[in-house]
Each structure stands twice: as structure tokens, then as C-alpha cells.
């Protein structure tokens, strides 16, 4: 099945600073990659994901990037405020069929420093 | 209100104590699943639901039963609780299954005594 490896599993940055999660994925056949944001006493929430027919998707502060050849991707938070202090988790997908579940990196748990 | 929700909240048992853990959607998407939560190890799929009466094994099923007569709920049972399983759940539902976004309830802190 699809192994999902996320690093760093801790990350801390002054506001202001970017921060870069990345994320390696086993499977060739995936082609879905969400990002989630879990905050404290929260379930994940869905914040960006891509698919592998393009390269980089951006939504203000917030990009992701997909390197299909080397299977990772990797999420890119410019200009960091406390608020972005939250668990990221990526996730990857073959995202068809029902037996294709998405498989979920162990974490990275960012801190912003104001 | 629409979402997803999950109860209880918090729930402490004790070790060999049969427990159900709600799950309940309002959007009628046809995916439902079932996470737990543990230091180190992420998010673990436990159970998930293609549709009313279709469950599969995830991950981690072992200890775990789930059912789905309606639609919009999800409960899962923990037969006959372990220590092991002391953990965060969440339940999560998606319209398109695993080629689209999750959306996660706020999940459920199970304490095993």
C-alpha cells in the first residue's frame, strides 16, 4: 500500500519567516495530495490540495508543490503569523475507487514565534 | 446545523466495557470514515463507508465494528475495550470518497482505564 513520510515533525519560525513542510509518497499511482490543518482540540480542516496534472497550486500565503518524478510534494506558508501555529498533515491518493483511501503523513507540528 | 458531529465529546471506560462512538453528517455525502489519532503515528484509518450498508476494513480494524443503515450516520463500537485503544477518533466524510477533501468532525478523546 502507499506509505506517506512528512518531515520535519517539529518546525519553529519567527512571524514573518516562511516555512516549508515536505511530503514523500511511495505509490507512482497517486495522483491526490491534500494538505490539512489541525489546531488544538480540532479536527483536520482541508487547506489546499493538488493534483498530478499540475506542478504548483497557490491560494494566498499558501502553496504546494508537486514533483512527480521524485514522488514529493511539499507546502510552502510565506509570510508566517501565530495563527498559522497549528499540526499540518499531508496526505496522498490513488483517489479512485473506494478501496484507494488516502493515506495521511505522521505530522508536523509548526510553531511561529511572534 | 450543517456538518459533521461526533459524540461524545470525552468518554472514560473502564477495560472490557462494550462503547459506541456517534457520528452523524447532514450533507449526505456517500463517504464516511473512521480515524484514530496517537502520538507518532498520525492518523490511522480504522473503518470507512462507500455507502449505506457498504463497510471496509482500513488499517486498523481489529477491536472495531462499525454499521451504516442511513446515510447520514457513522457509529463505531468498541466491542470490548483495551487500554490500547485509549485515543483520539474522528470521523470524517467526503462526497467524492479518497479523490477529494475530507471534512473532519472534532473528534471524540476515548480514555480506556
Known amino acids: 500500500g502507499e506509505n506517506v513520510e512528512q518531515h520535519p515533525s517539529t518546525l519553529s519560525v519567527q512571524e514573518g519567516d516562511s516555512a516549508v513542510i515536505k511530503c514523500t509518497y511511495s505509490d507512482s499511482a497517486s495522483n491526490y495530495f491534500p494538505w490539512y490543518k489541525q489546531e488544538l482540540g480540532k479536527g483536520p480542516q482541508l487547506i489546499i490540495d493538488i493534483r498530478s496534472n499540475v506542478g504548483e497550486k497557490k491560494d494566498q500565503r499558501i502553496a504546494v508543490t508537486l514533483n512527480k518524478t521524485a514522488k514529493h510534494f511539499s507546502l510552502h506558508i510565506t509570510e508566517t503569523q501565530p495563527e498559522d501555529s497549528a499540526v499540518y498533515f499531508c496526505a496522498a491518493s490513488i483517489g479512485v475507487g473506494a478501496g484507494n483511501m488516502l493515506t495521511f503523513g505522521g505530522g508536523t507540528r509548526l510553531m511561529v514565534k511572534p | 446545523d450543517a456538518g459533521i458531529t461526533q459524540s461524545p465529546r470525552y468518554k472514560i471506560t473502564e477495560t472490557g466495557r462494550q462503547v459506541t462512538l456517534m457520528c452523524h453528517q447532514t450533507w449526505s455525502h456517500s463517504y464516511m470514515f473512521w480515524y484514530r489519532q496517537d502520538l507518532g503515528h498520525g492518523l490511522r484509518l480504522i473503518y470507512y463507508?462507500?455507502?449505506?450498508?457498504?463497510?471496509d476494513k482500513g488499517e486498523v480494524p481489529d477491536g472495531y465494528v462499525v454499521s451504516r443503515s442511513k446515510t447520514e450516520n457513522f457509529p463505531l463500537t468498541l466491542e470490548s475495550a483495551t487500554r490500547s485503544q485509549t485515543s483520539v477518533y474522528f470521523c470524517?466524510?467526503?462526497?467524492?470518497?479518497?479523490?477529494?477533501?475530507?471534512?473532519f468532525g472534532s473528534g471524540t478523546r476515548l480514555t480506556v482505564v
Open positions: 463507508s462507500a455507502a449505506a450498508d457498504i463497510t
Open positions: 470524517a466524510s467526503s462526497e467524492s470518497g479518497p479523490g477529494g477533501g475530507y471534512t
